[in-house]
């Protein structure tokens, strides 16, 4: 049997090794140092709150995922949020102001949440929500990005506050991700990679596996390009298909295995670097862990989701608090349930049994 794999012990560990590896570098880099501890004080605190909000039956999860905006200015083959309508190439109304992302950053920092995971669409569209993002220094914001806006100012903005931590999509070398997200696409990444190393930044990358990448994205080759330029976080998300021409790019049984024993071969052979795979962590960890077990998600009108591929909601932050959006009916019976905890082929479990989570939301008299 296999040895149970927490990932929500294994990412906290790995801030802490990031935290670690970043003052042992004082002298090279005093302000990074200094904002890690910090941080780290910070993290202890939100840990505590969240302790003592177990005790009291209420469960605050340290994740949280906010869709800060629904524009993209790329058309990646694939992509589950343009297929959900979730992402457009122009701002839709009624997304959520800068001022209700900041009530939002704000309300998280004091129920404990540390880690905002910032998304869209293309979340660096928002310069003025990632601006303010950066003065939450209790939180650390991953800002999983294409990468084709980053600019000198960012690069200013990053330096200057390094809550904020950016992680890149890439699909492989240049061919797979070119022909993925766009041609000369890869070569922005590496030159953001190369920009960011040279400045002493942290940055991250998220990988979409499909079947036509697995082998390649787990190899040295790929490994060490990262590596070299100073990638600290490896974030693996299986490819999840929502239309049948798109069928072909998920991972089967095989691709899953292959990417499972490639990952614990890399967290032994790159031990500076912290790799998280989805789904494949969550269920040698007791299941999926959405819907606020370990994160939730918030997208860009308000409505709290389960996760981003699972976009249903019957509770909007416009109309209460985050906490209260925790409580909500769909999650309380999706964590009561047994539905997180399913066997499924991969990919999403709640994409999957997307037809259980719309009956939970009919029974209930539940608005999507």
Same mark, same amino acid.
């Given at each position: ?47 505590? /709150? ?49 001022? +209700? ?45 294409? =990468? ?10 990053? =330096? ?19 022909? /993925? ?15 960011? &190393? ?31 330029? =100073? ?29 499972? +024993? ?34 939730? &998600? ?8 389960? %996760? ?25 019976? $999706? ?12 990919? %999403?479990? $709640? ?18």
């Amino acid at each position: 049997m296999d040895e149970k794999f927490d990932i929500q012990e294994y990412m906290t560990k790995g801030v802490e090794s990031i935290v670690a590896a970043s003052l042992k570098a004082t002298l090279k880099d005093p302000v990074e140092s200094a904002f890690m501890i910090k941080f780290a004080a910070a993290s202890k605190k939100a840990s505590k /709150r969240r302790a003592e909000a177990e005790k009291s039956g209420e469960h605050i999860p340290p994740f949280l995922i906010a869709s800060i905006t629904s524009r993209c200015n790329l058309h990646c083959a694939g992509c589950y949020s343009r297929c959900n309508h979730a992402t457009v190439d122009t701002a839709s109304t009624g997304q959520l102001t800068d001022e +209700e992302w900041l009530e939002i950053f704000r309300e998280a920092d004091e129920i404990g949440v540390s880690y905002i995971l910032l998304a869209g669409g293309e979340p660096l569209l928002r310069r003025d929500i990632i601006e303010a993002a950066g003065k939450r220094p209790n939180i650390i914001f991953p800002i999983f990005t294409n =990468g084709t806006y980053m600019d000198d100012a960012y690069f200013k903005l990053f =330096g200057r506050c390094r809550n904020l931590i950016p992680v890149m999509s890439i699909e492989g070398g240049k061919e797979e991700t070119d022909e /993925r997200r766009g041609q000369g696409v890869y070569e922005k990444l590496i030159s953001n990679m190369d920009k960011l &190393h040279e400045k002493g930044l942290l940055f991250g990358v998220s990988v979409t596996v499909t079947t036509r990448n697995v082998k390649e994205v787990i190899s040295r080759e790929f490994l060490d390009t990262l590596a070299a330029r =100073g990638c600290k976080l490896v974030v693996y998300v299986e490819f999840v298909p929502v239309t049948e021409e798109s069928s072909e790019l998920a991972p089967d049984e095989k691709e899953r295995t292959i990417l499972k +024993e490639g990952i614990a071969h890399l967290r032994e052979e790159y031990q500076e670097m912290v790799f998280v795979s989805f789904p494949g962590d969550e269920k040698s960890s007791g299941g999926c862990i959405a819907a606020g077990r370990g994160f939730f &998600h918030i997208n860009s009108h308000g409505g709290a989701e389960p %996760c981003p591929f699972s976009p249903y909601s019957d509770i909007n932050v416009r109309d209460t608090s985050l906490r209260a959006a925790l409580q909500s009916p769909l999650f309380t019976a $999706l964590r009561a349930g047994d539905l997180l905890t399913d066997d499924h082929s991969g990919g %999403c479990v $709640l994409y999957e049994k997307r037809n259980a989570v719309e009956a939970i939301l009919s029974a209930g008299s539940l608005v999507n």
